[in-house]
């Protein structure tokens, strides 16, 4: 399961820090990514991380998004800096783990200008 929590309300240039907690799987081991959907929107890839550490993210939030992962706490980060109100979606969490796809539930991201 994963569950993900951190998102609120902050205004254009803020920052926040989404978290995505694991159990039954090691994150170390599987491939873990944030993605986003907006109203009509197709799900999109944000930033992902592999279990050897290597990291990549889309175009739109390069320089300014950090995934990073915690592996004694079993979970994942998204440190959000720079925010745009164009960052505004539901954000969710989402692994590869021996083969299958788990999801957490979305965490409301919004971005005041």
């Known amino acids: 399961q994963l569950q993900a929590s951190g998102g609120g309300l902050v205004q254009a240039g803020g920052s926040l820090r989404l978290s995505c907690a694991a159990s039954g799987m090691i994150l170390s081991f599987a491939v873990m990514g944030w993605y986003r959907q907006g109203p009509g929107k197709q799900r999109e890839l944000v930033a992902r991380?592999?279990?050897?550490?290597?990291?990549s993210y889309a175009d739109s939030v390069k320089g300014r998004f950090t995934i990073s992962r915690d592996n004694v706490k079993n979970t994942v980060y998204l440190q959000m800096d720079s925010l745009k109100p164009e960052d505004t979606d539901v954000y969710y969490c989402?692994?590869?783990?021996?083969?299958?796809?788990?999801w957490g539930q979305g965490t409301l991201v919004t971005v005041s200008s």
């Open positions: 991380i592999f279990g050897g550490g290597m990291t």
């Open positions: 989402g692994s590869t783990w021996k083969g299958q796809d788990y």
